[in-house]
Structure formats: C-alpha cells, structure tokens
C-alpha cells in the first residue's frame, strides 16, 4: 500500500509484451464477471437450495464444488458471493476514487488552508485502523451491499486523496498548466482539463490494487458477520460459516478461499502490470 | 545534538498528535451516535417496552445532547476515568489494561517474527534482483499478499493444529500460567498476522536496498575489497531501512486491525476482541475507549519513527536537505 505513492512520474510503456500471467488473470476476471453477471439466466441452481442428504460433499458432478453443511451447492454460492464481492469492490474504488481524487486535487492545486483542512481530515481518517472505522459503520448502519460498500470506500479516501495532492502539487507549476492560465482559462476547465487526466495514471494503477484490497476487506467484514445478511452468500460469510467442520470437511472452508485468493490474486497481477508500466523507478533500475 | 529546529518539530508534532486524538475520539463518538439501537435498547433486548428503555436512557445518561455526552466523557477521559461498560458496569480503563498487554505481546511476537522473515528476504532479493530467489520470493509475496489474514490463520490452524497437532487451534494461556504455554498459544495468531505484513516490508526493502546499492559508496566498499556479507548488512541496510521504519509505524493500525480479526479467529483476550464485542453489544464507552488507545498510540508510534529517521539518516539528524 505504501509504496504506490511514489508513482509521482509518468513514463511511456517502453512495449507492451502480452505475458502469460495478464491472459491467465483476465481471463479468469472476465469469467468470475460474466458467471456473476449472467448467474441466474444460464440456469446456475438457486444459491440457498439445501440438500440436507448431501452435506459437505466433495466435488462431484452435480456439484462441481461440493457443497457445504447445509447442502448447499457452492458452486452456485460463490457464483453469488462474486456478485457481492464485485459490487462491493467496484463500488468502494468508486467511492474512494471520486471524493479522494477530488479532495487531493483541490488540496493540491490551491494550497494554503483548503489543503490544511483537507490534509489533516484525511490525517484524522487514517488514524482508524480502517478495518475498525468500517465496523463501526457497518454496525452502526447495518450490514447490506450498499453500507459495505460505503464504508469501505470511505477507508479509502484519505489514500487516493494523498496521492492525488502530491502528484497534482508536481503539476501545478508545470508549464502547460501556465500556459492555460496565462491564457485566462476558467478554473474548472485547469482542474479538469489540465490536471486531470496527468492524474488518471497514478490514481487509475491504485485504483486496481484497490480493487483486491476491498474483497478482502469485504471478506473480512463477511468473516465478523457484517457484510451481507445470511442466507444471501458472501465468500468470507461461506469461510466463516465452515470454520467449525474444517477437521472433516476442509474442502468447505478451503474451494471458497481459493476461489477468493484466485481473484485477488488475479486483480494484483493486474495490478503490478499497470504499476509497471507506469512506474518509472522501476523501469529505470 | 538537539537543536532548536528539532525542538520546533517536537513541538509541532506534540500539538498535531493532541488535534488528531482529539478528532478522532470526537469523530468515534458521532459514529457510535448513529447506531441504530442505542446501548439501552441492547441491554433490556427486543422485549423490552418503551417506557423500560427510557427509564435506563434517563439512567445511563444517554437522553442528554450528544455534545454534552462527549464534553463530559473527555474531562473524565482526562482524569484518567474513561467510564464503565453499560454491559458489565466494568470500568473501562481496567477492561483495557488487562486487554492492552495481550494485544501488544501479539503485535510485537508478530514484528519479529515478520521482520525476522522480510528482512533476510529482502536483502536477498535486492542482491540476488531478477534471479530464480527473487521471482520465488516475489511470487510468494504477492500470493500472501491476495490471501486475506484469516486465511492465512485458517490454514495455519488446519496444517500445524488440526493436521499435526503442534499448536493450539485457538485459545490464551497466561504468562503466569507458563510461558512457555503463553508463546505456543500466541504462535500461531503471530505467525498468521506476520505472514501478512511480510510481502509489504520485503518488498519495501528489496526496492530500497537495490536502490542503495547503486551507489557509490557501495561500489567503495566493494573496492575496498569487504566481503559481501559486509557491505550488504554493514553498509547498505541501515540506508535502505527508512520506508521500512516509516511503514512499521503506519502498519502497527493496520496490525491492529488485523489484530480485531484474528483475535476473533483465535480466541485471544486482546483489544481488538473487546472492540468486536463492544461493536456487537453497542457498548459505546468500550468503543470510545479502545479508539482512544488505537489513535494515541499510532499518533506516538509516529512520533518515535520520526525520531528514529534522525538515528537512521544523518542528513535528517543535521536538518540539510537533501
């Protein structure tokens, strides 16, 4: 998390190699994405249909993932635990994105208190252990897609907000940005025209480590009982809820986890390719 | 040497930490405001009939505005009295100094083991940069890295607990109980937080060190003909080390953070335990309490890494820019 904020130079991508490790990841994106997408239309079984004669099965033909202690298929669960867990990580980058991609720019671009009182906001927001502030706010508005979503994406603000500030704080004295002041351009048209999309790289590269991070963030709300209300499935809810049969049914506990680490892990390979093709520190090396 | 810009920083950073405890306490407390059912409503439960819920709010105090709520329980939390639990009529600041120790044993068992693991793993990977160790060790981290903790904790317990029977699957024991008991039974939830912040402090101080060992006087000592052991551990680590130190003071709130998860897992009598069941018992004080620790402590820990650049970079100890 903590070296991102260096992406302050942008560099061109020297070539664009297509690696084995980026088709495998999308492919894999693409797939969760269309199967959470289209769930309910290509015939997956209904994710709360228990089979209590068939519980904790492993994979078989009826069940492609086995099923858990309810007899639930958790194929069909951790196709509809995606739907939870893409919504709440789309939705929570979106959120940090937008108010702390705002925030950073006004606090970078004009300086002086506006960014005082922003800068020490987001000092206070990051003195929150961030796991801690979204229990909080999910106790306190109750556990559904939306409050999860919410919560976790105002964890992010202060991260995106920094990296907006110290990047446009490089490119407020720049001279195109002179040039259109010079030339009487309107202030919104410098913030969003100018400034803007020299942004976009640094915050858009964060933005897709984010993305890994909010479904685990979700996973460990999930865990604590606070995404989602049972029986509607979330992978960390799956996890937690098969803890207890892990001595006889390991396969419960672990399909659901895999299928979560394969996608996290899929988003962070994403994740490095575009920190590389940005970075220019570590092209340089 | 402390001269008076140091004093000046001091200074400064003192009343930054009093603003931002100050904040974040009040920000806590509009927080728990919000929740729905107040701490009236989870003691007497769903039963409970509205006049019975207004006599305890009345009683707890919970009727008056929230400013004056949040001006009084401060003077209290200045004198030390962060208040009882509507729960157990315990007092907080007891609940948390018996809670406080266990949390702390976690985090610093956890910082040695993780640095115990990153720090070797870096350096390699900064010497050995782009061979087979450094890809393995890449590899690994960004795998540890896309495994959330309880995870990682889950696994561990299936294969050294369930599988091989080493460790406790969860559950404290005392140091007054034996110590050696008490490491066992904090081995495992250690072991799984540090897994967890490995990838981010190697990763740190692979980039740092290969940084640093571009330089020249590295290329000095490699004339001066000093053993490789030497010139890696001697001359390059402690330049290399600053993001490492800085990013151990900003990552003890996220360790904390973990910590409220995998005390959960484990059973562990830590803060982070207390705050999950503050949470679900809407135990206000109780939240307000550990938040008061969590930012007090990170604002210090801060303080301390600030300090420690000075030991660790002469040209901040100096007050030159570089």
């Excluded at chain 1, 006004?106 to 000092?123: E, K, N, V």
């Excluded at chain 1, 801690?132 to 106790?139: D, F, H, R």
């Excluded at chain 2, 950073?13 to 409503?41: K, M, R, S, W, Y």
């Amino acid at each position: 998390m903590a070296s991102i904020a260096d992406t302050t130079a942008i560099a061109r991508p020297r070539r664009r190699r297509l690696e084995l490790g980026i088709v495998l990841a999308l492919a894999w994106l693409v797939l969760l994405v269309v199967l959470a997408a289209l769930g309910p239309i290509i015939g997956i079984q209904n994710p709360d249909d228990g089979d209590l004669l068939d519980i904790l099965s492993l994979p078989t033909a009826a069940h492609w993932l086995g099923t858990d202690s309810l007899g639930r298929d958790t194929f069909a669960r951790a196709v509809y635990g995606a739907q939870v867990s893409l919504t709440v990580a789309l939705g929570s980058v979106g959120i940090g994105l937008a108010l702390g991609g705002t925030l950073g720019l006004i606090g970078g671009y004009f300086g002086r208190w506006p960014d005082r009182l922003i800068m020490g906001a987001m000092t206070v927001l990051l003195c929150f252990p961030g796991i801690i502030l979204a229990i909080a706010l999910v106790s306190s508005l109750g556990p559904s897609v939306g409050n999860v979503t919410f919560a976790i994406g105002v964890i992010f603000v202060p991260a995106f907000a920094r990296i907006a500030r110290a990047n446009t704080l490089s490119l407020r004295s720049r001279e195109f940005v002179l040039a259109a002041q010079s030339l009487g351009a309107k202030l919104p048209r410098i913030l969003i025209r100018e400034i803007l999309p020299n942004l976009m790289p640094a915050l858009l590269s964060y933005a897709v480590v984010m993305l890994g991070v909010a479904i685990l963030a979700e996973a460990a709300l999930g865990f604590l009982g606070l995404s989602v209300r049972p029986p509607q499935p979330s992978w960390g809810g799956m996890i937690a809820a098969e803890r207890g049969n892990l001595a006889e049914a390991p396969h419960a506990v672990f399909i659901p986890a895999a299928v979560m680490f394969l996608t996290v892990l899929a988003i962070n390979w994403l994740g490095e390719a575009t920190r590389r093709l940005f970075d220019i520190r570590a092209q340089s090396l | 040497m402390i001269g008076s810009q140091a004093a000046r920083r001091l200074r400064n950073q003192l009343l930054t930490l009093v603003a931002i405890v100050f904040a974040a306490t009040a920000l806590t407390f509009a927080v728990t405001e919000i929740l729905p059912g107040d701490a009236a409503v989870a003691i007497l439960g769903d039963t409970a009939t509205e006049a019975e819920i207004k006599s305890l709010r009345t009683e707890l105090g919970l009727d008056r505005p929230l400013i004056v709520r949040y001006a009084d329980w401060l003077s209290n939390a200045l004198t030390g009295d962060l208040g009882r639990s509507y729960r157990t009529r315990e007092h907080i600041s007891t609940m948390i100094a018996q809670r406080l120790p266990v949390t702390i044993e976690l985090i610093i068992i956890t910082q040695i083991i993780a640095l115990g693991l990153a720090v070797p793993a870096g350096i390699i990977a900064a010497y050995r940069n782009r061979s087979g160790v450094d890809h393995a060790l890449g590899g690994v981290s960004i795998g540890l890295l896309s495994t959330p903790a309880f995870v990682i904790g889950i696994g561990l317990i299936y294969t050294l607990s369930v599988a091989l029977g080493w460790f406790p699957a969860s559950g404290y024991v005392r140091p007054s109980d034996g110590v050696l008991g008490n490491l066992q039974s904090m081995f495992l939830p250690a072991l799984t937080l540090a897994l967890a912040e490995f990838p981010v402090y190697m990763r740190l101080l692979r980039a740092d060190m290969i940084a640093t060992l571009q330089q020249d006087f590295i290329l000095v000592a490699r004339a001066k003909g000093l053993g490789v052991r030497d010139i890696l551990v001697g001359h390059a680590l402690r330049p290399s080390s600053l993001s490492l130190v800085t990013v151990i003071g900003i990552n003890l709130g996220r360790l904390v953070g973990g910590a409220v998860i995998i005390e959960t897992l484990f059973a562990i009598p830590g803060i982070g335990q207390m705050l999950v069941n503050a949470v679900y018992q809407h135990d206000h004080f109780a939240i307000q309490g550990v938040v008061l620790v969590v930012a007090t402590g990170f604002v210090l820990i801060n303080l301390a890494v600030d300090m420690a650049y000075a030991l660790l970079d002469p040209r901040v100890r100096h007050g030159v820019d570089s």
